[in-house]
């Protein structure tokens, strides 16, 4: 079946201390094929990607590149045999300009008697964005001024550059709304076209059985199936991910929407970056869905709801006319922020998952100005057991941790909080589908509980399962605004959208 082989990993096993990442796992990928990797949160999926990428070493097993074996001492080695990847988490270098991400490692193209020609490597930089489909992303820009998609997409454009034979894809789309993803799609198919492979993980069942031709399913580092495109089945690879059929519904399954009257959170008038004019207020138990295409401007809207951006014009107000001040005095009164950018804002990765979920509540834990090492413990083994983080310990660094189970601490970290009010920015991103039906069926129950939820999302069917009402932003103006029904469609709020 697969005699003409591009890339094999095979018998790979690696370990973390008693964590085992990867127990004997074998993957061959066919030339010209995009190769699905799917899993639960920890599974392995990224952990057998970095190894193939170079990021680091297989305790034992081998690699297999275009017939001859392949160990690549490090990523650039890895880039200059042909494997190159986008990983999950930000993987720009800041400070330096769009082009010099492009290039990272590669400059030496630009050097001439000593002195690097910025005009010429901007110049190329501009020439692959185009030939990418991107005309926004001026290539001069500083890194850390574009938004979190571009620099997604300023990693494509950098893993693409080496024309790479196989093309590793972790979990990426999620950071991406539906421009993003279409680019991402069309050179996943490009490289395929032009006889490379992709190595492509998602949580997105349906996006992995469109585009994939093959698949690998992992539970626990175990390998536990691969299926060709024509064996794939939604529940089968669910089971085969999951170990056992699935219960309970996923989103909600009331058709109507049930707010309450009062307002808790309202954002007047609001101008300031990419914002234009926009009003919107969250109700008492109401899930509030926010969306529309990158740079509409619906990141910003929840930033500037948790006060951590100050808009030119406009206020945002709590309750009877509080006017929120700044982030310490929005978690001060109970208003929650999880930020898309997880490693960056969400989470202080260099510390223990206790440390993490219980940053927001030290005010609430501490007796007579002491915190009982106890009640911290307390707390964040409740939550971390709630949200299944999976981990040897809440003493466990957050680095250390997978992307899926990195959300589920930031999670906990604001349920533990109890905050009334909510603004979640894309929080089931890079989450499996057995915690996501969870996280929905937690998100309903806030509701229940009289809590608000502004739910900022890129995935339409999201918005569309959970969302009381859903409000669309175009170029920073509000576009629409949607009441939950049976007849709200994806299509219906694109429309809004572009
Ligand atoms: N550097 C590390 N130190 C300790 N444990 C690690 C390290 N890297 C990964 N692990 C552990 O290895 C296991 C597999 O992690 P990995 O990141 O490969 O999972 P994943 O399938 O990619 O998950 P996700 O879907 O959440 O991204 C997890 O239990 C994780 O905590």
């Given at each position: 079946m697969k005699n003409d082989y591009?890339?094999?990993?095979?018998?790979?096993?690696?370990?973390?201390?008693?964590?085992?990442?990867?127990?004997?796992?074998?993957?061959?990928i066919s030339r010209g094929e995009i190769h699905g990797l799917i899993g639960e949160n920890g599974s392995g999926k990224s952990t057998f990607s970095s190894i193939c990428a170079g990021i680091q070493k297989a305790d034992s097993g081998k690699l297999y590149l275009d017939g001859k074996e392949y160990i690549p001492s490090g990523t650039v080695d890895a880039m200059d045999k042909g494997v190159s990847m986008v990983v999950q988490e930000q993987g720009t270098v800041g400070k330096i300009s769009a082009s010099a991400n492009i290039f990272f490692g590669k400059e030496?193209?630009?050097?001439?008697?000593?002195v690097l020609n910025v005009r010429k490597m901007n110049q190329e930089a501009s020439r692959v964005l185009n030939d990418m489909g991107i005309t926004?992303?001026?290539p001069q820009v500083m890194i850390d001024t574009?938004?979190?998609?571009?620099?997604?997409?300023?990693?494509?454009?950098?893993?693409?550059?080496?024309s790479p034979k196989l093309w590793?894809?972790?979990?990426?789309?999620?950071?991406?709304?539906?421009?993003?993803?279409?680019?991402?799609?069309?050179?996943?198919?490009?490289?395929k076209e032009e006889g490379g492979s992709v190595l492509f993980i998602s949580h997105d069942i349906d996006e992995i059985m469109n585009m994939c031709d093959a698949l690998t399913i992992l539970r626990d580092g175990?390998?536990?199936?691969?299926?060709e495109k024509s064996e794939f089945e939604e529940d089968k690879i669910k089971q085969l991910m999951i170990g056992r059929e699935m219960s309970g519904h996923y989103y909600r399954e009331d058709t109507e929407e049930s707010i309450g009257e009062e307002v808790v959170l309202e954002a007047q008038n609001i101008?300031?970056?990419?914002?234009?004019?926009?009003?919107?207020?969250?109700?008492?138990?109401?899930?509030?869905?926010?969306?529309?295409?990158?740079?509409c401007g619906m990141h910003d809207l929840g930033r500037v709801m948790f006060g951590l951006t100050k808009p030119d014009i406009g206020k945002v107000q709590k309750g009877k006319g509080e006017k929120v001040k700044n982030a310490k005095w929005a978690v001060e009164h109970g208003i929650a922020y999880i930020s898309k950018n997880r490693d960056r804002e969400a989470m202080m990765t260099l510390c223990g998952i206790k440390d993490n979920i219980c940053l927001p509540s030290l005010k609430q834990l501490a007796k007579g100005g002491f915190i009982l090492k106890k009640s911290e413990r307390n707390l964040s083994s409740k939550w971390a057991e709630n949200m299944e983080v999976k981990a040897n310990s809440v003493e466990q660094f957050c680095n250390t941790l997978s992307g899926g189970n990195k959300q589920k601490v930031v999670l906990a970290k604001w349920l533990a909080k109890g905050s009334d009010i909510m603004i979640m920015d894309c929080p089931t991103r890079g989450i499996d589908i057995g915690t996501k039906a969870s996280i929905y069926q937690l998100i309903e129950q806030l509701k229940k509980e009289g809590k608000s939820i502004l739910l900022i999302s890129e995935e339409l069917p999201e918005l569309i399962g959970m969302s009381d009402r859903i409000v669309i932003l175009k170029d920073g103006v509000l576009s629409g605004e949607f009441y939950r029904s049976e007849g709200l469609t994806e299509a219906k709020l694109i429309q809004k959208m572009i």
């Open positions: 591009l890339f094999k990993g095979e018998d790979i096993c690696k370990s973390f201390g008693s964590t085992q990442a990867l127990k004997n796992v074998t993957i061959t030496a193209m630009f050097v001439k008697g000593g926004h992303i001026d574009l938004t979190f998609e571009d620099r997604k997409l300023i990693e494509l454009a950098r893993a693409l550059y080496t590793i894809v972790d979990e990426t789309t999620t950071a991406l709304t539906v421009n993003g993803r279409d680019i991402l799609y069309s050179l996943m198919n490009r490289i175990v390998m536990t199936a691969t299926l101008t300031g970056g990419v914002l234009k004019n926009v009003s919107v207020s969250l109700h008492r138990g109401e899930i509030l869905g926010v969306g529309g295409l990158s740079d």
